[in-house]
């Protein structure tokens, strides 16, 4: 629908309301994007992203294509960033232009904003169909014990999840 389904408060001055039908259209265009770059299912790609728009997008189409997205804190030092992209075997990160001195060399960066546009290739696009213990997401614990761990989180346990959520309202 063109109802709201996010108000993109990324600058206060100007929100900026992002209908359904643009949020589907945008999650369709990144997960044709992923596989024009030749992404499969299964393979992993960091986010550095503050809270925008463009953040809901990246992790809703790689989850469409079934890459799996691997969102890191864009607070962490640079070690810890490494640490986290190269431990989940990431092959692109989406970062923000200040984020992109933390990413390891050799790892290729789309960087919020005018590239990210170019990334997108926009058209329909046929979601992938996960099985029961297909990886969705993969955040990273904060590693109190240690270095952090990533969690794999299933898309049959997110839809559970959310199934749930929406029953108890």
């Avoid at 408060?9 to 949020?23: M, Y």
């Avoid at 925008?52 to 992790?59: A, D, P």
């Avoid at 075997?89 to 390891?104: H, N, T």
């Avoid at 546009?117 to 926009?122: A, K, N, S, V």
């Amino acid at each position: 629908s063109d109802r709201p389904a996010i108000i993109d408060l990324r600058d206060a001055k100007r929100p900026r309301p992002v209908s359904f039908r643009e949020l589907d259209a945008g999650c369709n265009a990144l997960a044709r994007g992923l596989a024009r770059t030749g992404l499969k299912p299964g393979d992993r790609v960091g986010i550095l992203s503050l809270n925008r728009v463009e953040f809901v997008m990246i992790l809703l189409g790689a989850m469409r294509a079934g890459v799996v997205p691997v969102p890191v804190n864009v607070k962490l030092p640079a070690d810890a960033v490494a640490y986290v992209l190269n431990d989940a075997g990431a092959r692109i990160v989406f970062a923000e232009p200040e984020s992109k001195r933390l990413i390891p060399p050799g790892l290729r960066v789309v960087e919020l904003g005018g590239e990210f546009e170019r990334f997108l290739d926009p058209g329909p696009f046929k979601a992938f169909e996960p099985a029961h213990d297909s990886v969705a997401i993969q955040p990273y614990t904060s590693g109190s014990t240690g270095r952090p761990k990533g969690v794999l989180l299933t898309h049959y346990g997110q839809n559970w999840s959310r199934r749930i959520l929406a029953h108890t309202r």
